[in-house]
């Protein structure tokens, strides 16, 4: 299973969440987020895959962003069209899709071919970030090819959900608000024990 943990900043909390085992760490390059990475850390993780998170950004900006922080991973959480993802194909690309409800599957369809993951959020009024979360029993609709990653408000107690949550195409988990001391600053002793459950 792989486990990401979003909403990274700050370089020793960078440094201690990679030697917890976390798989892949996120990092938001969107201004409006409070997790928004303004500057680049002064310890980029080395084990750990790096993921960059961007809400509608203009390409350019993208590719800028990717190339300075070494991204291995894009993470698209607005409404970025299947031919704006086209024109990443040199990065893996994670494509978020806001969820309540069994129809919202439908826009994975757009997406067949050109995500290499989906990760499946919360819907709600803001980009993501809700810490709240959907009913995961509405994803056994999703017949797609393409593999997800469980998000959106994952938190401490949810580690025996997670391990009976059943679904072919479900590789991993998105960990971020309901782990935090603050916005930005993970707790690392709740992130052991949540990882040592699991």
Request: aromatic share 12%.
């Amino acid at each position: 299973m792989i486990i990401k943990v979003c909403g990274m900043r700050e370089p020793e909390n960078i440094r201690a969440v990679e030697a917890l085992g976390a798989d892949w760490l996120g990092f938001i390059f969107w201004p409006a987020s409070s997790r928004y990475v303004g500057s680049r850390p002064s310890y980029l993780p080395v084990k750990a895959r790096r993921v960059g998170v961007f809400v509608d950004e203009q390409l350019e900006r993208v590719r800028e962003m990717a190339c300075d922080y070494g991204l291995d991973y894009l993470q698209l959480h607005g409404k970025e069209s299947p031919e704006y993802v086209a024109q990443l194909s040199q990065w893996k690309i994670i494509k978020a899709i806001s969820i309540s409800g069994p129809e919202d599957l439908a826009a994975c369809e757009d997406y067949e071919g050109r995500a290499d993951y989906f990760l499946f959020d919360t819907k709600c009024r803001t980009v993501g970030g809700s810490g709240q979360h959907f009913d995961w029993s509405v994803l056994s609709a999703y017949k797609g090819n393409t593999p997800f990653l469980l998000s959106g408000g994952i938190g401490p107690n949810d580690a025996d959900s997670i391990k009976a949550f059943q679904h072919p195409r479900c590789v991993g988990i998105d960990l971020n608000s309901r782990f935090e001391t603050v916005p930005g600053l993970k707790d690392i002793q709740k992130l052991k024990q949540f990882f040592q459950q699991l």
